[in-house]
C-alpha cells in the first residue's frame, strides 16, 4: 500500500479489524484485533481502525430503514428522509419497498416528461391534485422493465404488498404526507376554540373568524375575543317604518349574544306583529359586529268613529247633526254638517272638518273641528200671521213686542166703535220656531270679513264683498273683497301727527290728495272722513295731514274702519300686482299695509323701492326694481312718487 489512510481504511473495512501498522519503509500494512504490544519503529504508523470508520458503508448503522445514514469521523448519525418524522425513529408517511398492485381501483398511471420518472414526492404532489386519488405507488427511476419511474394513483390500499429488496425501489404512501393538527386529536392544535384552523405541511395556520371577532394575540388565531353590538346605531334594530317607536334602549351583548327589543306605535296606529323581537348580535367584519336577525313590527292607522267619538257630537242646545256615516283612519279629514232645530239659526258654519286624530296606542278619534252653535230666532209681531189674523172689527191696540223662540208676550186687542169684545183683550202668544232658519245679517252683525275699503252686501244664507270704498282699490285673485289692495288705505292712518304737519279741510279724500299732491316736501297723508268718529271729535272731521320726512314708522289702526284713510302723494306710484325679485336689502313680517311698507322704505336711507304681499303681510325692501314679476297679491312702488318715470 502506499500510505497509511489506505491501510487505515482497509482496516476500517474489516469487521474484526481494530487497530493497523503500516511500515512506509516496506508498505506493508497490517491489521490486529488489540494493541497490547507495541515497539518503536520510525518508518512505522500505527492507530485505531476506527479513526474513520464509515458504518454507513459497511451496513453496520442501525438508522431506521426511513432514514439516511451519514457518517462522521469516529461515528455517525441519521436523517429521516422526505416524508418521515423523527418522533420515534423514522415514521414514515412514506412506506419504502411497499406497492399496492395494479387491480381494479385504479385510477391513473403518470410517466415523467421524456420517460423521466419524477420523485415519490412528485408522485405524492400529484395524487394531492387529482380528484378520487387517495393512494399512490411509485417506482424508482432505476427499477428495471414496463415499470421504470411509474406512478400509479389509486384509490385505496386494500392490497399493499412489500417486496424484497432495496426498499426505495418500490414506495407507496397516502394523498397527504402530514399530520393534520386540525383533525387528529392525537397532534394537538393550540388554536382559540372559535378560530379557524388550517393545516399546513408539517404545520397548521390558526385565523379567528373573518367577522365579529378581534385577534387579541397579533395575528395568530389563538385568542379571539368577541366584539360588543350597539343599540342605538346599529341599523336593523333602527330601522323603523312610520309611526313605528322603540320603547326600550340599553341592550348590550358581544358577538353570538341575543337580546330582545320592544316597540310601539304613535297614537292613534297599531301595531302589526309582535311589540317584541329578538335580534343576534352577528359579525359583520373583522373586529365588527351588529344586531342582525329580528323583524321589526310596522304600524297601521286606526279607524274613527263618527257615532262615538266626542268632538263632533258635542252639540249644544238645538244643534242637530244632518249626515253620519263618515270614516277615516288616522290623519283623515271628514267634513261633518250641522243644522238647528226649527226656530232657530246656525252661529258658525254649517259644514266643519274633524281630522281622525291619535289619543293613544291604538286609538283615534275625530277631533280639531268646531261644532256650530243655535241661536234663537226673533218673532216679528207686526208680520207674523196669528197675532194680525183679526177677526171683523177687532183691531190691535199696542205693538212693538219683541221676543225669540220659546218666549211668550201678550198682544192687546179691541173693537171699533159700536163693538165690543167676546173675550179677554190681552192675549199671551209664544214665539214658536216653524221652520230652520240659516239666515244671519252678517254684515249688520259685524261677521262678515270683508277687506277694509270694502262693502259689504248681505245675502239669503251669506254676503258679498266688494273693494269699491275708493278709486284704485282691487280685491286680490279668488278672494272676493275679503282683502282689497291699493294706493289708499282703509282704517288705518300715519301717526303721530309731528308738530309742524300741514293739515287742512276737504270734504273728500280725493281733494287732501290733489292738495297734498302740490306740496314737494310732503310724502304721504293720512285723512279723517266727516263722520269719523262720530262727531265726537269734530276737530278731525274731514282734515288732512301732510306727513313730512323724520315723522315715525307706522300706521295706526282706526276704530271706524271708513272713516280714517291714509297714502301715498300719487296713486299711480303703485303698481297693482306687481313684485320686485332682486337686490333685497330686509325683509319685515307683520306690516299690515302697503303705506306702511312705503313709510318704512322712505324711512331707510338705502331703500329705493318697496314690494308689500297682503296675503302675508311681509314688506320687502330694495335698492332697484328691474326685475319683477306678476303675483296678484303684492303691491311695488318707490320710495317717493317724484321717483316714478
Not at 94 to 109: E, K, M, R, S, T
Not at 511 to 538: I, L, M, V
Amino acid at each position: 500500500m502506499t500510505s497509511a489512510i489506505e491501510c487505515n481504511n482497509l482496516c476500517a473495512n474489516t469487521a474484526s479489524c481494530e487497530y493497523f501498522a503500516y511500515d512506509k519503509s516496506t508498505q506493508i500494512c497490517s491489521l490486529h484485533t488489540n494493541n497490547t504490544a507495541t515497539s518503536t519503529v520510525a518508518a512505522s504508523i500505527a492507530g485505531p481502525g476506527l479513526c474513520d470508520r464509515d458504518e454507513c458503508a459497511l451496513n453496520i448503522d442501525n438508522c431506521d430503514p426511513g432514514a439516511n445514514c451519514m457518517n462522521t469521523i469516529g461515528s455517525f448519525y441519521c436523517n429521516c428522509t422526505m416524508g418521515y418524522t423523527a418522533t420515534t425513529g423514522c415514521e414514515a408517511c412514506f412506506d419504502p419497498g411497499v406497492y399496492i398492485p395494479d387491480v381494479a381501483g385504479a385510477l391513473v398511471d403518470y410517466v415523467g416528461p421524456n420517460d423521466v420518472a419524477p420523485t415519490h414526492q412528485e408522485c405524492q404532489a400529484r395524487c394531492t391534485a387529482t380528484p378520487g386519488c387517495w393512494y399512490f405507488t411509485w417506482w424508482d427511476y432505476n427499477y428495471g422493465g414496463a415499470w421504470k419511474g411509474r406512478c400509479l394513483l389509486q384509490e385505496d390500499n386494500h392490497y399493499s404488498e412489500r417486496l424484497a429488496g432495496v426498499p426505495w425501489r418500490h414506495v407507496a404512501g397516502g394523498k397527504f404526507c402530514d399530520n393534520d393538527e386540525c383533525s387528529d386529536p392525537a397532534f394537538p392544535h393550540n388554536c382559540d376554540a372559535v378560530a379557524n384552523c388550517r393545516n399546513t405541511v408539517a404545520s397548521f395556520l390558526c385565523a379567528c373568524p373573518a367577522t365579529g371577532w378581534y385577534d387579541m394575540s397579533n395575528n395568530t388565531g389563538v385568542n379571539c375575543t368577541t366584539v360588543s353590538c350597539n343599540q342605538a346605531t346599529d341599523p336593523d334594530p333602527n330601522a323603523l317604518s312610520a309611526e313605528v317607536i322603540r320603547t326600550d334602549s340599553s341592550q348590550t351583548g358581544n358577538t353570538t349574544d341575543t337580546a330582545t327589543f320592544t316597540y310601539s306605535c304613535n297614537n292613534g296606529y297599531q301595531l302589526v306583529g309582535s311589540s317584541t323581537t329578538t335580534f343576534t348580535c352577528t359579525g359583520t367584519a373583522l373586529g365588527a359586529s351588529a344586531w342582525q336577525g329580528g323583524t321589526v313590527p310596522a304600524c297601521t292607522a286606526v279607524s274613527c268613529h263618527e257615532v262615538n267619538d266626542p268632538d263632533p257630537n258635542a252639540l249644544t242646545a238645538e244643534v242637530v247633526r244632518t249626515d253620519n256615516s263618515q270614516t277615516g283612519t288616522t290623519t283623515d279629514l271628514a267634513t261633518f254638517t250641522y243644522s238647528c232645530n226649527n226656530g232657530y239659526h246656525l252661529v258658525g258654519s254649517p259644514a266643519t272638518n274633524f281630522t281622525c286624530t291619535g289619543t293613544a296606542l291604538g286609538a283615534s278619534a275625530w277631533q280639531g273641528g268646531t261644532v256650530p252653535t243655535c241661536t234663537a230666532v226673533s218673532c216679528n209681531e207686526a208680520s207674523d200671521p196669528q197675532p194680525n189674523t183679526l177677526g171683523a172689527q177687532v183691531i190691535r191696540t199696542d205693538s212693538g213686542q219683541a221676543g225669540t223662540t220659546t218666549q211668550s208676550t201678550n198682544f192687546a186687542f179691541s173693537c171699533n166703535n159700536g163693538y165690543q169684545l167676546d173675550s179677554s183683550g190681552r192675549v199671551s202668544f209664544t214665539c214658536t220656531g216653524t221652520a230652520y232658519s240659516s239666515y244671519i245679517n252678517e254684515c249688520s252683525g259685524g261677521t262678515h270679513d270683508c277687506a277694509y275699503g270694502a262693502s259689504c252686501t248681505n245675502t239669503a244664507s251669506s254676503f258679498t264683498c266688494a273693494c269699491n270704498k275708493s278709486p284704485g282699490l282691487r280685491t286680490l285673485e279668488n278672494l272676493n273683497g275679503t282683502a282689497c289692495i291699493g294706493c289708499i288705505e282703509h282704517g288705518r292712518y300715519i301717526h303721530p301727527a309731528n308738530p309742524g304737519d300741514a293739515f287742512d279741510y276737504f270734504d273728500t279724500v280725493a281733494e287732501c290728495q290733489q292738495w297734498y299732491d302740490k306740496d314737494t316736501s310732503c310724502n304721504f297723508f293720512s285723512y279723517a272722513s266727516a263722520d269719523w268718529g262720530g262727531g265726537a271729535n269734530p276737530a278731525w272731521n274731514k282734515r288732512c295731514t301732510l306727513q313730512y320726512s323724520g315723522t315715525p314708522t307706522g300706521t295706526g289702526l282706526s276704530g271706524d274702519p271708513y272713516g280714517r284713510m291714509s297714502g301715498p302723494k300719487f296713486c299711480e306710484c303703485y303698481d297693482i300686482g306687481r313684485s320686485i325679485s332682486e337686490n333685497v336689502l330686509s325683509t319685515t313680517g307683520s306690516v299690515d299695509t302697503a303705506v306702511e311698507c312705503n313709510w318704512n322704505c322712505h324711512n331707510a336711507a338705502t331703500c329705493e323701492f318697496f314690494s308689500y304681499d297682503v296675503a302675508s303681510l311681509s314688506c320687502t325692501l330694495h335698492t332697484v326694481n328691474t326685475s319683477t314679476s306678476a303675483q296678484d297679491s303684492v303691491v311695488s312702488g318707490p320710495k317717493d312718487c317724484s321717483e316714478c318715470p
